[in-house]
């Protein structure tokens, strides 16, 4: 056998090459980018969004298989659901010293997964950084959904701003896949 397909053989949803490269053209992934800067107020909590994304868009760049991204969080269904690893790499710069910055997952709307904090306490004169993130989350339920959060506190009031370009290439994106 080298095609699986669902019961009424209408959906391909596993090849295997005769070099044993397993092709799932329909596993559930999503990467997505941003196309303006962000710019989040001292001391606050905010969502990280990033533009609406459709399969193939943005020269290729775009990836939402299966389409779970959408309004600024990735959410699974019941046929959907199971463990996923996500990734992201977010630029910032702040207009002044921050002493504390961070972002992370949240899930379902309440539930804090895997925070991650910058480096460069406000001593060091540190004004840009870099989030990087990876990590498995359980998305076990239908509607499950995880969205992106971040906070700084930039000294004189100041701002964080995430970066949405360097010259023409995108360096403030998240993406994830399902594993299991």
Not at 135 to 152: K, P, R, V, W
Request: charged fraction near 15%; hydrophobic fraction near 35%.
């Amino acid at each position: 056998v080298n095609t699986i397909q669902d019961a009424t053989n209408s959906n391909t949803a596993m090849t295997v090459s005769s070099t044993g490269v397993i092709s799932e053209p329909n596993r559930p992934c999503f990467h997505v980018t941003k196309s303006v800067d962000q710019t989040i107020s001292d001391a606050t909590t905010a969502l990280v969004t990033f533009d609406t994304h459709v399969d193939g868009g943005n020269s290729k760049r775009q990836i939402n298989v299966g389409g779970g991204y959408a309004s600024n969080k990735f959410t699974v269904t019941a046929q959907t659901k199971g463990i996923y690893f996500f990734y992201l790499n977010l630029c910032f710069n702040t207009s002044d010293v921050y002493y504390d910055a961070y972002c992370y997952w949240r899930k379902n709307g309440s539930d804090t997964i895997q925070l991650v904090q910058a480096v460069g306490p406000a001593a060091s004169g540190v004004k840009n950084g870099t989030f990087h993130n990876n990590c498995l989350i359980n998305l076990d339920t239908n509607g499950d959904y995880i969205e992106l959060f971040a906070y700084a506190d930039v000294a004189s009031g100041g701002t964080l701003t995430l970066n949405q370009s360097a010259l023409t290439q995108p360096r403030t994106e998240m993406g994830g896949f399902k594993i299991a």
